[in-house]
């Protein structure tokens, strides 16, 4: 016996050989959820760098930046 478990002789082509699965559909509930989860974090990534790096007026343009 070369293996310490039994191999089956037909598993290429059980694997390989079968239809694609259909795939899954997400509920729209879930993909909703999904997007407002991007939106919290790029809204909340927006807020952090505004209150660490603080707008301090035109101050900080350039010269060429200032209308």
């Known amino acids: ?13 059980r694997y390989w050989m079968t239809d ?8 729209f509930s879930r993909s909703l959820t999904r997007f ?5 974090l790029m809204a909340g990534g927006g807020a952090a760098l505004s209150h660490f790096y603080p707008d301090h007026g035109a ?9």
């Open 36 to 40: 407002a989860v991007v939106v919290v």
């Open 59 to 67: 101050a900080h343009y350039q010269s060429w930046e200032q209308e």
């Open 1 to 13: 016996m070369m293996f310490p478990f039994d191999v089956d002789p037909d598993w290429y082509d």
């Open 20 to 27: 694609r699965p259909l795939p899954r559909r997400r509920s």
